[in-house]
Every structure is written in C-alpha cells, then in structure tokens.
C-alpha cells in the first residue's frame, strides 16, 4: 500500500478492525445461507503527509450503484442543510443569476432548499436509485460519478458553479488527486467550495472507531485536507467546526489566484489540531487501545443484559453501527433486532453479524428493555423520537463517546453491571 496522496510508502497502523463486510451490503433472506466476502478494515497513517487512510478494496462504483443511504429519513440532516443554504445565500449573495452544484447530492436533501429559494442547481448523484429519490421532488440530478472527464461536461453545458458543495465525499474517494482537480474544474474562478467532512481529531480524540468503514478511503485532519486541496490549486481560507457525524468540519476553499488572505477560524483548529499530537505521527499512538476499551465495556453491558434476561434491540441501521456490530462481535444473542426508519432496509439483515432489520414500529410491538442507538451521533435526534419507551420503562443507551444512558435513570448502565 501507498499513500494515495504523496504516494509514500511510509504508512504506519493506528487502528486494525479485522476483516469485515462492506457496511452497506445489507442481505436479502436467501442470501443468508451465502457467503459473504471481508475486507481487512486497517487505518494508517502517511508519516510524510499525516493523511490517515485505509486500502481501497471496494471501488465507489461497487457501493453507489444501487446504495442504502437516503439522506432525508433524518431530519436533523435535512434541517442542518436548509440552515447552511440559508446562509450560504446570504453571505455569498446567491439567487437567480447563480448556480450551485453538490457533489455525491444523494436524495436532494440539501439542493430542494436551493430549489425552494429559486437559485439554479445541479446535483451530482452516482447511485440510480437515490438520485431518482432527488428528481422526483423536483431537484436537477446528473446520475454520475465525478471525474475530471464529467466535470469537464458539466461546466460545458452548465457553466462554471458559483458555489460547488461536497459533503460527506470527501472521505469517499480513492482516487483523491484527480478528484480534487474536478471539484476545481466544476468551481468558478471567483467561486466557493464548500467541504463537510468528518474531523479525525474527533476520530482521535473520542476513539470514534466505528466512523472506519470501507466507502470511507480517507480521513482528515483540516491540515491534511489542506494538502489534499493545494494538488488542484485550491486554498483553503476558513474553516467552521460543527456537531454532525460526531464532530466535522466545514471546510472553505477558493481557487488560489481569488483565495485571499486566511480567515483566524483556520490556524485556531489547526493549533487545536498541533495541541492533540495530531501534526506529528506520535497523536495517533492511542487511538486503538482506547478503541479495544469502548468495545470490552460494550460487550460487558449486553452479556450482562443477557444474564438479567433483560431484552436488548438495537435503533439504526447505519455505516458505522455495522462497523461496531462487526467488530464488537454483536450478534442476535445480544442484541435480538436493529430497527431503522428507511423503508429500503426493512426485511433485510446487517452484513456480517446479519441483525435482522425491522421497521420501528415493531419497538412499541415488542417493548424491550434496552434500545441500543447505533447513529450515536444523532443522539439528540433519537432521544426526542424515542420518548415513547418511557412508557414501558424503556431505556436508551448510546455506546460512545463512553456508554450511557439518555432515557431511563442516568446510573442504569452501572446499575446493571454491579
């Protein structure tokens, strides 16, 4: 393996998952006497370039053909996108005589705002079945994987974008130079990138293993992404730090010849950054032990459900639950069922430990007594949904940051262990 940034061949393991399904490959019924195919899941670290990364073993097109992922069954997404269209129409000052175009735009979560708002847009969705989600509310898509060829068509055909939008993808390529060279294609001269993607200080900081999945090549720290961006000519100026996916950033960026001077948001999460170790190889030497520690406390709280018979489901059928599932080792015996709003995934079971998935319906069906929420990083979300338990004295535990309960006494986790 090489780096796929420097091409180094330098690169240090910081965190080894084992082998593991792909997190989007959830099973049919008849596909449970088949086998499934693993893929080693093993984060390194550049020691030229720090660009944390795993292999690319799957190709994008082997998960976003026909993909699980619908954006718009959370709301607090969907809501975390209409603020930022908002804004970004205001302080860029969009309207008709602009254009936006998002990259990997999935179901229009984001561009039915700018639809609402009548600002010309684009969105750029690979997989067929989501983008048909997007056009049936009326928002343009393009069903294509970007590259530079694509990009090329599209400023053709549509113009250069005043404002080009890549949130979530960033981490999803494996080819990162010649996709950066075509978001700097797709952006006007004068024109704006904007970047959401997951922080691996929080990676780091939290042990936030299960964000490593194998549709996610790369993670970056707001330096590393700054290289990443200069192989196309694109200076990042500022750089927002937001609660989504467990800590992200939105990351500014401009074409050098109109970047301008840097904003002082940037060098502040850049010291933050230095301060954590995260510069230098030696930040990243704790992150798997830690990692080995969330997962033996998880696994002690639900053996411990078992011997109190108490009934264990879990809420969400995300990426990074079928990484913790995987890798803890949680099967039915400890947790019976995973529900999960998107109507897609109803029928079908999680890869690898094959949870069967189940509509949420069936938690007021069924009663348990302990949900478990595999988005943990929605845990806001999840616990205003999930007030009804309460009803059955239901409780609601969240594996990370460290576990805890939201619903129920605040002492339940300890209270079951001793």
Known sequence: MRCRLCDSEHLLSVLDLGATPPCERFLLEEQLDLPETTYPLHLRLCEECLLLQIPALITPEDTFTDYAYFASYSDSWVEHARRFVEKAAHDLELGSHSSIVEVASNDGYLLRHAVSAGIPCLGIEPSVNVGAAARGIGVPTLTAFLDEGTAEDIRREYGPADLVVANNVYAHIPDLVEFTRALRILVADDGWLSIEVHHALNLVRSAQFDTVYHEHFQYYT???????????????????????????????????????????????????????????????????????????ELLRFLLDCRDRDLTVVGYGAPGKGNTLLNYCGIRPDLMRYTVDRNPYKHGRYTPGVRLPIRPPEDLDKDRPDVVVGLPWNLEQELTAQLQPINAWDGRLVFPLPTLHTTIGPSDFVRSVRS
């Open 222 to 296: 707001v330096l590393s992404a700054m290289r990443a961006l200069a192989t196309a000519n694109l200076c990042v100026v500022d750089v927002e730090q937001l609660g989504t996916h467990g800590g992200s950033i939105r990351l500014w960026a401009r074409p050098e010849e109109s970047a301008g001077p840097a904003g002082p948001r940037l060098e502040a999460v850049l010291e933050q950054e230095r301060e954590a170790g995260l510069h230098s190889i030696h930040g990243y030497a704790d992150l798997e032990p830690r990692a080995q520690s969330i997962r033996r």
